[in-house]
C-alpha cells in the first residue's frame, strides 16, 4: 500500500562499539536493528543519541571556517550516522509486540523529527549552507543544494525567531497528533460473530481456521486475512454487510477530533509558512506542483472512468438481479462477491481454484526468484535477532558481496500495523554503509488471494527501490530521496509481472505439486481489468477526500458531511450507513493532502512499463538500465529526468487515460 518515509537513512545497531557498528565486508555498516531492547532501554538510547546530535548540530552552528559541502553538509551527515541506532523507532512502533517499546519508539520518533524540525528552522545552519559557493558544483551535488536552500524556504528559516518557534511547536504538535491518529487506527480491531451457515461459500482452509466457540459463533474480524475471503466469498449478504460497516467505523469515534485537530494545525502551519493551505504547503516540493494541477489530474482521470464505470455499475446489478430481483442499486459490501461470481460465469475464472497455487512460502521465494533473475542478484537467509517469531530476515548479494538486508514481518498478530507497508531502516551511502529495509504485511501464512500476492510484490517493490538507489555519497540525495509523489510508481510497475505466465510458473504450485495451468493465466488476464473501472473509481473518491480535507478552510467545513458529499460524487457505490471511513484512514496522516500520489504514480508506472511490454518482461538489459537509471538515481535529480533518461522521451499521463477509457 505504501513506503513509509522517514528523515533521513534509518537502522540501528545496540551503540556497543564503533568497530562492532562496522564490522563487516569491506568496513561497510552492514548490521540489522537490535529488537532486544526493552521500552526503557530504548529510551535510554534515543536520549543519548539525540543528545550527542544536538551537540554536534550547534557546533555546526556556530563554526566560523570555510564553507564547504564537506564541512557543513559533512557534518551534518555525521549526526544522521549518530542517529542510526535508533531512527528505526517508526519501524518499532507499527510491528513490536511489546506495548512498552511501541511507547518508546512512538516518543522517541517524535522527539527526533522534532529534532529534525528545529534543524530546518536553524538560521545558523542555513546561513552556513547558503556561504557554500554553490558556483563551483556541478551535476547531482549542486542539485543538492539548490535543493536543500529552497526546503529551509519552506520550513520557514528566514521568519522572525518567534515565528519559528511556534513553527516548530506546530511541527511537534501535528507528529504527536498524527501518531495518535495511527495508533488509535492499529488497536481497533473490531469482530463480528457469524454461524457456521453464513461461512457457505468460503473456501475450506478459512473454514478449517475459524472453529466455532462453545454458543457455536465463530468470531470475524477486520483483519485483512478475514475481511478479504468474506469479501469475496461469503454467499451471506448480511455477513459481508455487517463486517464491512465494522470495518469502515474503527476508530470512531475517537479519531474524530483527532483528525480535526490534525487539519486545523496543519493549516495553520501552512499559513505562517505563507501558503494558502496546507495541500499547497504539501505539493510545493512534489512533481504535481500545487492542488490546482492535483485536482485537474484527478478530474482527467475521473473522467476517463466514467463511462466504464457506468458498464461496470450496470453488469453488476445485472448480476445482483438474478440474487434478488428488487435490487436497484449494487452496494460496495456487494460489489467484490459479484465480482468474483461474474468471474467464474463470463471468464470461467474461479478464485478458489486460483487461490490454490499462492500459499505464502512459495510465493515469497517466486518474489526473490523474480528479484534474482531480473536483476542478477542473490538473496538468501539472514541470521539475525528479530522481535517475533513471524519474522524472517534475509540478505541480497551481487557477485559475492552483501549490498543489502531486509525483514519480512507478514502475518497479523494482536497491536500490529494493519495494512501493508514498507519501512527504510537505513539508506545506502556508497562505500560506508548497506541499505536495510523492514515490510509489514498482513498476509495469511497458508493460501493467498491473488490480488494479495499483488500487493506482497508491490511492497517489495518498494524494498528493492531501497536496496538498488543507496550509490550515493550524501544522505540528502540517495536512497528514496526523489519527490515523494514519485516513490509508488516502481512498485506499481513490478505489478505487472505476477499476471504473466513465465513469472508465474516458476512458482505458482499446488500443494499436488502442479503448476497453475497456462489457460488459468489467461483467464486471469482476461478478467483482470473487470473491477478496475470502479476500483479507479473509488481511489478518485479517496484522493479528492484527502485533497478536499487539506485544501481549504477547516473552519469552513465538518468531517463527516465532506465525506459524504465526496462519496456521493465520486464513489461508485452508495455511502454504508453507520461507517465514518476517514477515522481510519491512515493516509490521511501520513499522505497528508497527497493521496493523489497513487493515481499519479499509476500513470508513471504505465509509462515506464511500456518499455518492458515492447522489448520483453525478462528482457535483463531493460532491466539492467531501468535499475541504473530510474532506481539507482536515487534523488540525485529531478525525478522527471531519470523517467526521461529511461524512456527517451518526456513522461505523459497519456498511455494510462487512454488504458481507462478503452475499459
Known amino acids: 500500500m505504501k513506503t ?240 464491512r460497516i465494522a470495518s469502515r467505523d474503527r476508530a470512531y469515534p475517537v479519531n474524530e477530533a483527532i483528525l480535526k485537530k490534525l487539519i486545523e494545525k496543519r493549516d495553520e502551519l501552512a499559513h505562517l509558512l505563507g501558503f494558502d493551505n496546507y495541500a499547497a504547503l504539501s505539493m510545493d516540493s512534489k512533481m504535481m506542483g500545487d492542488p490546482a494541477h492535483a485536482q485537474a489530474f484527478l478530474t482527467k482521470v475521473g473522467t476517463a472512468a466514467q463511462g466504464p464505470v457506468k458498464k461496470e455499475l450496470a453488469i453488476l446489478l445485472a448480476r445482483l438481479k438474478k440474487i434478488d430481483p428488487t435490487a436497484k442499486q449494487v452496494q460496495v459490501w456487494q460489489a467484490g462477491y459479484l465480482q468474483n461470481l461474474l468471474r467464474q460465469e463470463d471468464y470461467a475464472l474461479d478464485s478458489k481454484e486460483v487461490r490454490q497455487y499462492f500459499r505464502y512460502d512459495k510465493v515469497r521465494d517466486g518474489i526473490f526468484g523474480l528479484t534474482e533473475d531480473l536483476f542478477g542478484v542473490k538473496i538468501r537467509p539472514w541470521k539475525t535477532t528479530v522481535w517475533n517469531d513471524d519474522v524472517e530476515s534475509y540478505e541480497m548479494l551481487e557477485n559475492g558481496k552483501i549490498i543489502g538486508r531486509f525483514y519480512l514481518d507478514d502475518h497479523p498478530r494482536a497491536d500490529k500495523y494493519k495494512h501493508a507497508a514498507h519501512w527504510t531502516l537505513r539508506a545506502g551511502i556508497k562505500d560506508k554503509q548497506i541499505p536495510l529495509s523492514g515490510l509489514a504485511t498482513n498476509f495469511p501464512k497458508g493460501l493467498m488471494e491473488h490480488n494479495q500476492v499483488e500487493t506482497f510484490l508491490h511492497e517489495f517493490g518498494h524494498l528493492l527501490h531501497n536496496m538498488f538507489s543507496g550509490n550515493r555519497k550524501w544522505y540528502s540525495i540517495t536512497g528514496m530521496s526523489m519527490e515523494r509523489d514519485f516513490v509508488e510508481a516502481p512498485s506499481q510497475m513490478l505489478e505487472e509481472w505476477v499476471w504473466d505466465y513465465d513469472t508465474l510458473k516458476n512458482f505458482a504450485t499446488n500443494d499436488k505439486g502442479e503448476t497453475i495451468p497456462k489457460a488459468l493465466v489467461e483467464k486471469m488476464n482476461k478478467a483482470r481489468d473487470f473491477g478496475l473501472a470502479t476500483g479507479t473509481a473509488t481511489q478518485i473518491f479517496y484522493a479528492n477526500l484527502a485533497l478536499n480535507y487539506y485544501d481549504k478552510d477547516p473552519a469552513s467545513f465538518e468531517l463527516f458531511p465532506m465525506m459524504k458529499s465526496l462519496e456521493d460524487k465520486f464513489a461508485p457505490y452508495p455511502y454504508v450507513e453507520g461507517t465514518h471511513f476517514y477515522c481510519s484512514f491512515g493516509h490521511l496522516n501520513g499522505y497528508g493532502s497527497d493521496y493523489y500520489t497513487y493515481q499519479w504514480s499509476l500513470a508513471i508506472a504505465t509509462d515506464l512499463f511500456s518499455r518492458f511490454e515492447k522489448e520483453g518482461l525478462r528482457n535483463k538489459a531493460v532491466a539492467k538500465e531501468y535499475r541504473d537509471k530510474v532506481l539507482g538515481a536515487a534523488g540525485s535529480k529531478p525525478a522527471r529526468e531519470f523517467v526521461k533518461d529511461f524512456l527517451g522521451r518526456e513522461f505523459s499521463p497519456d498511455a494510462y487515460i487512454k488504458k481507462l477509457e478503452e475499459l
Open 4 to 243: 513509509a518515509l522517514l528523515p533521513f537513512a534509518l537502522a540501528a545497531c545496540l551503540a556497543t562499539s564503533s568497530l562492532e557498528a562496522f564490522a563487516g565486508e569491506h568496513s561497510m555498516l552492514i548490521t540489522g536493528i537490535d529488537p532486544t531492547l526493552s521500552g526503557e532501554q530504548f529510551t535510554a538510547l534515543c536520549d543519548k543519541q539525540l543528545e550527542q546530535a544536538k551537540t554536534e548540530f550547534t557546533a555546526i552552528e556556530k563554526s566560523t571556517g570555510p564553507a564547504t559541502l564537506q564541512s557543513v553538509m559533512g557534518a551534518f551527515d555525521h549526526i544522521n550516522d549518530v542517529l542510526l541506532p535508533v531512527n528505526h523507532a517508526w519501524y518499532m512502533k507499527a510491528v513490536h509486540p511489546d506495548a512498552a517499546v511501541r511507547d518508546a519508539a512512538t516518543k522517541c520518533s517524535e522527539h527526533i523529527s522534532d529534532f529534525y524540525s528545529s534543524v530546518g528552522l536553524s538560521r545558523g545552519y542555513y546561513d552556513r549552507l547558503a556561504a557554500i559557493d554553490i558556483s563551483q558544483l556541478q551535476g547531482s551535488e549542486k542539485y543538492m543544494l539548490e535543493k536543500e536552500l529552497n526546503d529551509f524556504r519552506r520550513a520557514g528559516v528566514d521568519k522572525d525567531d518567534a515565528t519559528r518557534a511556534k513553527i516548530r511547536a506546530l511541527q511537534q504538535q501535528i507528529t504527536e497528533i498524527g501518531n495518535q491518529f495511527d495508533q488509535n487506527i492499529r488497536e481497533d480491531v473490531r469482530v463480528v460473530m457469524a454461524t457456521k451457515e453464513q461461512l457457505a461459500g468460503l473456501p475450506q482452509d478459512f473454514i478449517d481456521s475459524h472453529p466455532a466457540d462453545a454458543d457455536g459463533m465463530i468470531k470475524i474480524t477486520t483483519d485483512y486475512p478475514d475481511l478479504f475471503p468474506v469479501m469475496t466469498y461469503a454467499d451471506d449478504d448480511d455477513l459481508r454487510h455487517q463486517l
